[in-house]
């Protein structure tokens, strides 16, 4: 298991290599994810809003689209439980608000800008 500091350098590099500056996960703050990223199916999902209150503005989730009509589709999680449960979503979690990823457990490694998150 990773500590943070080790995750934040990973963190670091992926920005680094998009040429987009770190914005580092408020770990007081939950990310909403969805149970599904606990299972095996695949793709693992995320994407960052804004902050909002007691979110940092990470949603998570794995499989296809989220369904529109699960008003209970994300709950809140507290970010270090990621560590103990799904460590490889860690190093994407200092992307701006605006971007997104998309992978998976073999390697698949998908990062852009979505512009449509910062539309209210």
């Given at each position: 298991?990773?500590?943070w500091i080790k995750i934040e350098e990973e963190q670091k590099e992926v920005c680094r290599t998009l040429n987009v500056d770190w914005a580092p996960l408020d770990r007081k703050l939950?990310?909403?994810?969805?149970?599904?990223?606990?299972?095996?199916m695949q793709p693992i999902n995320g994407l960052r809003h804004l902050k909002q209150k007691s979110i940092d503005?990470?949603?998570l989730?794995?499989?296809?689209e989220i369904p529109q009509e699960?008003?209970?589709?994300f709950k809140p999680i507290h970010p270090e439980h990621?560590?103990?449960?799904?460590?490889?979503?860690?190093?994407y979690l200092g992307l701006p608000a605006g971007w997104r990823f998309q992978?998976?457990?073999n390697?698949?490694?998908d990062i852009w800008f979505d512009e449509s998150i910062l539309i209210e």
């Amino acid at each position: 298991m990773k500590d943070w500091i080790k995750i934040e350098e990973e963190q670091k590099e992926v920005c680094r290599t998009l040429n987009v500056d770190w914005a580092p996960l408020d770990r007081k703050l939950m990310v909403a994810i969805n149970e599904s990223i606990f299972t095996e199916m695949q793709p693992i999902n995320g994407l960052r809003h804004l902050k909002q209150k007691s979110i940092d503005g990470w949603y998570l989730w794995s499989g296809g689209e989220i369904p529109q009509e699960d008003d209970n589709f994300f709950k809140p999680i507290h970010p270090e439980h990621l560590i103990e449960r799904r460590e490889i979503i860690l190093k994407y979690l200092g992307l701006p608000a605006g971007w997104r990823f998309q992978i998976d457990d073999n390697g698949y490694e998908d990062i852009w800008f979505d512009e449509s998150i910062l539309i209210e």
